[in-house]
């Protein structure tokens, strides 16, 4: 059956939660499921993620605003391999929820790809134990086992997470708990191979056939050969998509020579950016099919080698052709010469630096104590600390480390401690054989936050509060609405606040935020409990959302001029622009809910607003910034560095791209036609009058996410 990953989250108030992941999105985390029942009102909340996927996100600054403040970050390392789970859990007094499957902690796993994953749920009432608490006792003791491998952090989850959790729930670490009555197992790879506990629970049994579907695969096609080994005589089905999977066609086709009975079998998804994701071995004797789904890639690494690794086995009466297929991915026999494959090299650990400068873990406790610990070669010299906030690129503390050279402490002052109102990142920095070395990231965990207990904040009210006073969250909040109906009422009811600032001073408020990119199909919902409402009648209400949004909030701005009023601007800007492009993607009863003449026109009218019209004689008819411009006079360089503040240009910059990207596929036009190029050269020429400097691809990649996500 086909599942609502973030609707299940919705199951059950939880007090504790966690999450294993290989890559994991921080926005999306924070903006779709953190706000969920599961999260929300926990005390608290660990991540586990890869060692190497940990530090490229600290290097690129992809962290959200609560990350190690509000949930802890630990990265564990595999010295042979990568740490690859997909594993979620969240427990409360009245239910405990768990899921084992193959999607990352990311929105493309849990919103676009096709994914395989087993999602269970233990009711906790009565003296009656729930059919799935052995499940989701076995989930726990996987990650009590994870936390025990996370260096100077084992010590902090065991006194503050993991002991307080089974003090309130002892059932969780009951070794003798009684097995699931359906035979559901939960594997790992901690103590034996997966392919080695495959083996011992076949045992003797006659399989007949095989069925391998993953996007990823070692080059040799080993597990091939080991299945051909074991069972001679059995068919093999591999399920692969191309242009994604790394399936090595060249060796396949050499395998298919040696053994007639091996079929590749294509398949493509029918929506545009959807994946084949998910992982499964099927093994299909007369009666039954066994299968291992999960994290497990086709894989050496996965499979017999250093991976961690984690999946359930089960068995169906079901055929592995029957419970693999889906109405959105057609599958196909293509001959393994005509697959095309995608160059991706497996993933290795991450490696160790050639310098020996490493920072292993920091953490600030609420008594302003700094603690670390780091790995200092001896002939190291100059070391110190350099503390940054979340998207500044200049330290706001150093600190000379002496001597050390395995753990520091440093007490910190009042003053110094306020500077941690936002996530923190901590780097050493050496003198070796006379070159300065820089070590890895390490997030700092602020402990006064991470431990403190919290009441849910998540409710109806408080989100509609947040729409309200940014507009972010609406289509999701949208989305959880019982039909068309409701959704029609909201869109037709909902306003964002204007605000100009002028109440509470200062010019230009906060920096730009990164807002969630997510945006998933229809909801379900809105298809079965709808009790009326047309696609015209919903087509009509965010029509006039935009249109009320653009007259109401964004040409008051301009006709104010204000600079304070740039946050709120963005907010109904941003909030608009994906509206209209989210909505360009959806379709209900097969029609798109928002043609392309409405996106593109809607688009135009929100960037004419921000940086006056394309083309005007009239001298009254100017945007926001013109505004703003006039209102300061001479002022240029602080409305310059307020623009570049609010990520201005990148803005328009994406706006542009969506917009041409839409035109051209509703006219099959080039998106280098004259119409496109026209309004990159109008945007551009903005750019240069107003004296900004055109966006860094970094930028763009980071402003542009919720525009392309969106659409």
Known sequence: MILDFLKFLNEGKAKYAFVATYEFDPLFFERRMQPSRSFDAADRIVVFMDEGRYHELLTQGRQGEHFDRRYFVVPVRCDQGVFHPKLYFAIGDKACIASVGSNNCTASGTGHNFELLSAFKAVLAGDAPSPREALCAS?????????????????????EVFGPLEYSFPWLSDAQAAADPDGIELLSNFDASLWKQILDRLGTADVGKVTLCAPFFDESLSTIERIKDRWPNAKIEIIAQPHYSNLPSARLASLQDRFADIQLLSATPQSAGRNLHAKALAFETENETYWLTGSANISNAALVGGNREAGLWFSTRQRASEVLQHEDLTLAVIAATEFKEKEIAEPLPSSQPRHGLQILSAMLSDKGELRGTIRVPPSASDLSLRLFRLREQHPFLIRSLGGSKDDFVINLDDDQRKSFERPVIAYLQADIAG???????????????????????????????????????????????????????????????????????????????????????????????????????????????????????????????????????????????????????????????????????????????????????????????????????????????????????????????????????????????KWSMTRRKWVSDWIAETGLTLPSEGDLEEVGAEFRMAA
Not at 139 to 159: T, Y
Not at 518 to 547: H, K, N, Y
Not at 564 to 589: A, W
Request: hydrophobic share 40%; with cysteine; glycine share 10%.
């Open 435 to 673: 070159e300065t070395v820089i070590s890895n990231p390490a997030s700092v965990a602020q402990l006064a936050q991470l431990l403190r207990d919290r009441e849910g904040s998540g409710g109806a009210g408080n989100r509609l509060n947040r729409i309200a006073e940014t507009g972010e969250g609406m289509i999701e909040y949208a989305d959880a609405l019982q039909g068309v109906d409701e959704t029609i009422d909201f869109f037709k009811n909902v306003n964002i606040r204007f605000d100009d600032g002028s109440h509470h001073g200062g010019y230009g408020g906060q920096n730009w935020r990164a807002r969630d990119p997510f945006s998933g199909d229809i909801p379900d919902s809105w298809l079965i409990g709808s009790r009326g409402g047309s696609i015209t009648e919903l087509r009509d209400a965010i029509w006039d959302f935009v249109e009320r949004h653009i007259s109401t909030r964004l040409q008051r701005h301009v006709s104010r001029g204000n600079p304070n009023g740039l946050p709120n601007f963005m907010d109904v800007y941003r909030t608009v622009s994906g509206l209209l492009l989210t909505y360009h993607q959806r379709k209900l009863e097969g029609e798109t809910v928002i043609p392309s003449p409405y996106a593109t026109s809607g688009l135009q009218q929100a960037l004419a607003a921000l940086i006056g019209p394309m083309a005007s004689d009239d001298p009254n008819e100017r945007g926001f910034v013109q505004a703003i411009q006039m209102n300061l006079g001479t002022e240029h360089e602080f409305v310059r560095e307020l623009l570049e503040r609010h990520r201005v240009a990148a803005t328009v910059f994406a706006t542009v791209d969506e917009l041409i990207r839409v035109r051209s596929a509703a006219l099959n036009c080039s998106p280098t036609d």
């Open 139 to 159: 989930v726990f003791q996987l990650f009590r086992r994870i936390a025990l491998d996370v260096g100077p952090m084992a010590s902090l989850l065991r006194n």
